[in-house]
C-alpha cells in the first residue's frame, strides 16, 4: 500500500503560507521576492517535467535512456558546481566531471550490485533516484569545498607566497587551505549523521515508509544511502580539489587569474 494521492488543489493550497513570508520579506526589505518566486516557480515546473519523464524512464526502463538521464544530472551538476564557485567553465569543466562521476558511478552500481543486489543494476526506479541523492549531496558539499579553497587562497594570497617561499612546495603551502576546504565541506553531512533520527526522519527513510515498507527494512536503506552519500561526498570534494589545483595553478605554483569569471 502506497502513500495517498495529493490532489491539485491540495497541494495548489500549500502556496497560502508564502504570501505572509513575501509581506514580511516586504517590510524588512530584504529584497529577495524576486528570488523567492522564481525558485518557487522553477521547482514546480521542473519537478512536474521530471515527474512525467519518470513515468517515461519507469515504463520503458531502458538501459540507454537511464544512463543518459544520469549523465545529463552529473552534467548539470558540474555546470551548477562551476558557476557557483565563479569559476571559468571552459578551464574546470572536464576535471569537475571526472571529480564527480568516478566516485559516483563507484558507489551507485555498488549500491546496486552489492546492496540491494538486483539483476539489473540499470533498473530505473534504483538508478535514478540513488543517483539523484548521491548527486545532490555532491554538489553541495563540491560548491562548499572549491568555494573555501579559492577564497581562502585570494584572500591570503601573500600568507600563501610566504608559506611557499618557506616550505618550498605548492602542497604545504596548499596544506591548510585544502584541510580547511574539506572540514567546511564535510560539516554539514557529519552534523546530518550525528543527529538522524533523533531531529529528523529523511527522505528515503520516509519514502520506503510512505511506500509500505517495514520501518526495519526503511532504516536499513536509510543507513546504506547515508554511508553512500558521505563516501561519495568525501572523494569527490578531494578529488576535485587535486585536479583544481593541477589546472588552477601555474608552473610557477602562483594561481591563476584568468581562471575566474570576469566579474569576480
Not at 13 to 39: A, C, D, M, Q, Y
Not at 72 to 81: D, G, V
Amino acid at each position: 500500500m502506497g502513500a495517498n494521492d495529493l490532489g491539485l488543489l491540495s497541494l495548489v493550497s500549500l502556496l497560502i503560507f508564502i504570501f505572509p513570508i513575501l509581506i514580511i520579506n516586504i517590510r524588512l526589505k530584504l529584497g529577495v521576492n524576486k528570488t523567492l518566486v522564481i525558485s518557487v516557480v522553477r521547482m514546480c515546473l521542473q519537478l512536474s517535467f521530471v515527474g512525467i519523464y519518470l513515468e517515461f524512464l519507469f515504463k520503458y526502463d531502458s538501459k540507454l535512456l537511464n544512463v543518459a538521464y544520469l549523465l545529463i544530472m552529473i552534467l548539470i551538476a558540474c555546470h551548477a558546481i562551476i558557476r557557483s564557485t565563479k569559476l571559468k567553465i571552459r578551464k574546470f569543466f572536464f576535471p569537475i566531471f571526472l571529480s564527480i562521476l568516478i566516485p559516483f558511478s563507484t558507489l551507485l552500481f555498488f549500491f546496486n550490485f552489492v546492496l540491494v543486489r538486483i539483476d539489473n543494476p540499470f533498473e530505473a526506479k534504483y538508478l535514478i533516484p540513488i543517483g539523484g541523492m548521491l548527486l545532490g549531496n555532491s554538489m553541495k558539499s563540491n560548491i562548499i569545498c572549491l568555494n573555501n579553497f579559492f577564497s581562502g587562497i585570494k584572500k591570503d594570497e601573500k600568507i600563501y607566497f610566504f608559506s611557499l617561499t618557506l616550505l618550498g612546495s605548492r602542497i604545504q603551502a596548499l596544506k591548510p587551505y585544502l584541510k580547511k576546504s574539506i572540514l567546511a565541506s564535510m560539516t554539514p553531512i557529519l552534523a546530518s549523521m550525528a543527529t538522524i533520527g533523533l531531529v529528523s526522519l529523511p527522505g528515503m527513510l520516509t519514502g520506503q515508509i510512505l511506500g509500505g515498507s517495514i520501518p526495519l527494512v526503511a532504516i536499513k536503506y536509510q543507513i546504506a544511502i547515508m554511508l553512500s552519500i558521505f563516501y561519495t561526498d568525501y572523494f569527490s570534494t578531494l578529488l576535485s580539489l587535486l585536479f583544481s589545483v593541477k589546472f588552477g595553478f601555474n608552473e610557477f605554483d602562483v594561481l591563476k587569474k584568468d581562471i575566474f569569471n570576469s566579474e569576480v
